[in-house]
């Protein structure tokens, strides 16, 4: 179907075009961040605006092929929500119950339309009825923020976003969810390009506007399309890093640089302490996260193929 390559080859050109200038306009402007792990290095933070407008632009295109109106409103609205709400506090630093329930809105424009299945897919046919609608948002809360706390290294918020992003997106194909896939392709082709500059060494960060935007995002796709049960395992490791922050009752942490400039950790702090061991470079622990969703992603996709000859399109 046109509709993907179009999304994913728009959203990407857009955010190629557009991450040089945000960059210069941050750095003129004074919205840079310190590197953590590079003390001195300051960074812009707001590459989220890259990426939501690459996004919408994407999305917006698959209303010539077929993209059905409403579930294409419903998560550019979705996306666009997740992505203020992060820029918003990335301006004024919410506190942690605002963003909670602002993150809850994010998913009404879902639940407001009507989009998607009630039913879930597993060992069975599970039809949540009027319950499902009622979990979308608190769906919405937990993965915005699950993604948004899985960060704090170079590129591993975008490349882990952009690995579950595609892997959904093949899910979303196997089942024929065209419009989840289409809006995954939008999200995968903005991922692919802001991680140009990205990447270690990064030169901009998605900030608190671009976590958010990748959990509304992926959780709008997972609602929309027949991929839920693909998506709860495609997403696994946002849950794994979510329980142990949990806790450690979130407090925030990203390790430490000895004098030998190597990342150590003081134990099991988040998932990436798993990548770190006795000691590890920055994009060696990127690598390790990338590959750790990506088992993930092919587990999701394995269980796709075994499952998609049971499983009653309704996208």
């Known amino acids: 179907m046109l509709g993907i390559p179009t999304a994913a080859v728009l959203s ?42 690459g996004f ?14 409403k579930a294409g409103l419903a998560a550019a609205l979705s996306g666009t929500l997740g992505g203020l709400i992060g820029l918003v506090d990335d301006l004024f630093r919410l506190n942690k ?40 948002p608190i769906g919405f809360c937990y993965l915005m923020n699950a993604v948004n706390i899985y ?30 896939a289409m809006e995954l392709a939008a999200l995968s082709g903005a991922l692919a390009a802001f991680l140009l500059w990205n990447r270690y060494p990064s030169r901009i960060f998605p900030g608190n506007s671009g976590t958010y935007l990748m959990g509304a995002v992926l959780a709008s796709s997972i609602v929309i399309g027949t991929i839920k049960t693909a998506g709860i395992i495609a997403t696994a490791p946002y849950l794994i890093n979510f329980f142990i922050r949990l806790r450690n009752r979130f407090t925030w942490t990203v390790g430490y640089v000895d004098d030998s400039g190597v990342i150590r950790t003081k134990g099991l702090e988040a998932l990436w302490s798993l990548w770190i061991g006795k000691g590890s470079s920055e994009i060696r622990i990127f690598w390790k996260a990338v ?20 499983v009653t399109v309704n996208s």
């Open 151 to 180: 960060a704090g290294f170079n590129g591993i918020e975008a490349g882990c976003g952009l690995v579950t992003s595609f892997f959904l997106m093949i899910c979303s194909i196997l089942y024929r969810s065209w419009d989840s």
């Open 12 to 53: 990407f050109l857009t955010v190629a075009l557009i991450t040089p200038v945000v960059i210069r306009r941050c750095r003129e402007l004074g919205f840079l961040s310190e590197d953590l792990h590079k003390p001195g290095t300051m960074v812009p933070y707001l590459g989220g605006i890259s990426i939501l407008i």
């Open 291 to 310: 590959l750790f969703h990506s088992l993930f992603g092919i587990g999701a996709m394995l269980f796709s193929l075994a499952s998609v000859d049971q």
């Open 97 to 136: 119950r605002s963003l909670v329930l602002l993150s809850v809105m994010a998913g009404l424009p879902i639940v407001s339309f009507r989009v998607g299945s009630t039913v879930i897919y597993a060992l069975g046919e599970l039809d949540l009825g009027v319950l499902f609608w009622v979990l979308v």
């Open 56 to 69: 919408l632009v994407g999305i917006t295109a698959t209303g010539f092929y077929g993209m059905d109106p």
